[in-house]
Nanobody, 124 residues
Framework: VQLQASGGGLVQAGASLTLSCATS????????VAWFRQVPGKERGFVAA????????FYADSVKGRFTISRDNAKNTLYLQMTNLQPGDTGVYFC??????????????????WGQGTLVTVSS
């Protein structure tokens, strides 16, 4: 599956932003899809994921209650709605697809397809 992320930008702390990830095929029944964030000098860190079975969602503790992952199956698009953004949310956001087992879902190595990344910068 091919993915293309978009929607990043420069915002002030407290603002909201929604990222989109267009997929080349329907992922709902085939792939777990996720968002990861990377900052210079660090590994890609898990942000959120939505699984195939039942669409259960998972979040990193740092974004729980502020970010919402969802997908529109009719549009083959994954979203990440981000609210109350903080400077610590700054980074390049990547969407990913794969078939990880539950225990590996937060590991970037468990995903086989990646979008190109979109930069989110939050100023204080």
């Amino acid at each position: 599956v091919q993915l293309q992320a978009s929607g990043g930008g420069l915002v002030q702390a407290g603002a909201s932003l929604t990222l989109s990830c267009a997929t080349s095929e329907r992922t709902a029944n085939t792939y777990t899809v996720a968002w990861f964030r990377q900052v210079p000098g660090k590994e890609r860190g898990f942000v959120a994921a939505i699984r195939t079975s039942g669409g259960k969602t998972f979040y990193a503790d740092s974004v729980k209650g502020r970010f919402t992952i969802s997908r529109d199956n009719a549009k083959n698009t994954l979203y990440l709605q981000m609210t109350n953004l903080q400077p610590g949310d700054t980074g390049v956001y990547f969407c990913a697809a794969g078939r990880p087992i539950l225990s590996s879902m937060r590991a970037s190595s468990a995903y086989t397809s990646w979008g190109q990344g979109t930069l989110v910068t939050v100023s204080s």
